[in-house]
């Protein structure tokens, strides 16, 4: 393993262009979210506002705010998330795939706070200097099993260079 980690350096250190040349950006998201197995749960809506800053050309630092409603039997569950993620871009095009991880700060109505580990995984499309639609799979778990031990979502988003 330590003798990749040259390669990953180098790789990190590459110039990447597809996203726009902003320290800041502001990100607007909707999609669907489940908890536990999809299909076998019921599908809500997802919301989520991002900030996204360019840290190096391939390392992207990501803080988001993400509200789900989601219906389940005998009512609806409500979910805030607070994710802070990191996430590498796998190429330099103008259509970016990247992955990603980070901590979640969670908040399920009638089971309290928690934290949990987040996965992403998505792609960049940079439309031009300011804006840039993304796509986005990600996944959280968290401690709170006996109520849903994960979530997962797929959501598509707007972004704009605020800075």
Avoid at 15 to 36: C, H, I, K, Q
Avoid at 73 to 102: C, F, H, K, M
Avoid at 131 to 148: D, I, K, N, P
């Amino acid at each position: 393993m330590h003798r990749l980690l040259p390669l990953l350096v180098t790789f990190v250190a590459l110039p990447a262009t597809a996203a726009p040349d902003a320290t800041l950006r502001l990100g607007f998201e909707g999609g669907v979210a489940w908890y536990n197995a999809f299909p076998d749960e019921l599908v809500g809506p997802a919301g989520l506002v991002r900030l996204r800053t360019q840290i190096t050309p391939r390392l992207v630092g990501n803080l988001a705010f993400s509200h789900l409603r989601q219906p389940f039997e005998g009512g609806e569950q409500v979910s805030t998330l607070v994710p802070l993620t990191l996430d590498l871009r796998l190429d330099r095009a103008p259509i970016a795939p990247y992955v990603g991880g980070g901590v979640a700060g969670i908040y399920l109505e009638g089971a309290g706070l928690d934290v949990g580990l987040v996965f992403e995984a998505g792609v960049e499309w940079a439309l031009d200097a300011t804006w840039a639609l993304t796509a986005q799979a990600t996944y959280t778990g968290h401690r709170q099993a006996s109520v849903f031990p994960y979530y997962s979502s797929l959501t598509v988003g707007l972004s704009a260079s605020i800075l």
